[in-house]
């Protein structure tokens, strides 16, 4: 067992921490909009992506989802969201493509959900644009990676742009800010257990 420490002690040891953290602080003094991308197996890409959203909202900030992949089902957070005057929200991406099952269907659909996605990403008006699930367009080829990056690299200096989805191109890493990977460990799901509503959709 760890030896208690003297409150003089303590006291020294979180003095010299807060000093680290408050040199740390002073220094991140670049203040611009960035992408963060969120990407791995595990679950809370999304939820964390409209965590995000919920918190810009707070301060007011006019904002944008673009959904590039839409499920079978509704979704809780397209149900409160998309009612918010300063969220302009479109879940108009393909559907699942083994669903579909149609290639010029898939296509269509991720050029048109891009077109709209660009818009955003060149107006200054939106402080957050969400591109949720957009990796799955790379993986599936619908869309252009060099042009979607070029396009994030043009974007407003102040815009922050999130992007989920898994297995996010090393490219699409690079040229991010912040990047997670939430590891899968176990879910729910592999338990057998249905999909839960506010939860996982
Ligand atoms: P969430 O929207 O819950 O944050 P996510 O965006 O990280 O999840 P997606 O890959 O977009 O994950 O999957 C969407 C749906 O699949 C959600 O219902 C989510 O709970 C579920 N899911 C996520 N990860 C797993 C997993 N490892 N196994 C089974 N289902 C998963
Ligand atoms: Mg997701």
């Known amino acids: 067992m760890k030896k208690p420490v ?9 003095a010299k ?13 670049k203040q611009q909009g960035i992408i963060i991308v969120l990407t791995g197996n595990g679950k809370g890409k999304s939820s964390s992506a409209f965590g995000m959203l919920a918190r810009s909202l707070g301060y ?3 904002c944008s989802v673009i959904q590039f992949i839409k499920g079978a089902w509704e979704c809780g957070e397209e149900l409160f969201f998309a009612e918010h005057p300063k969220v302009d929200y479109h879940a108009l991406g393909a559907g699942f493509t083994w669903e579909t099952q149609n290639r010029e269907a898939d296509q269509l659909a991720a050029s048109k959900a891009w077109e709209m996605a660009q818009e955003r990403l060149m107006n200054p008006d939106f402080n957050l644009v969400i591109l949720d699930e957009l990796t799955y367009m790379f993986t599936q080829g619908l869309l252009d990676l060099d042009s979607v990056i070029e ?10 742009v999130v992007i ?7 490219a ?3 040229v991010a800010d912040t ?6 460990v ?6 057998g257990i249905m999909a839960q509503r506010g939860i996982e959709y």
Request: hydrophobic content about 25%; cysteine-free; overall charge positive.
């Open 151 to 160: 396009t994030l690299q043009q974007r407003p200096a102040h815009q922050n």
């Open 60 to 62: 007011g900030y006019q």
């Open 164 to 170: 989920t989805g898994r297995g996010a191109p090393e």
């Open 17 to 29: 921490v807060k000093e680290k953290i408050d040199q740390k602080i002073a220094s991140a003094d």
């Open 186 to 191: 176990k879910h729910a799901f592999r338990q």
């Open 172 to 174: 699409l890493q690079e």
């Open 6 to 14: 003297s409150a003089e002690k303590h006291q020294q040891r979180m």
């Open 179 to 184: 990047v997670s990977e939430i590891k899968d």
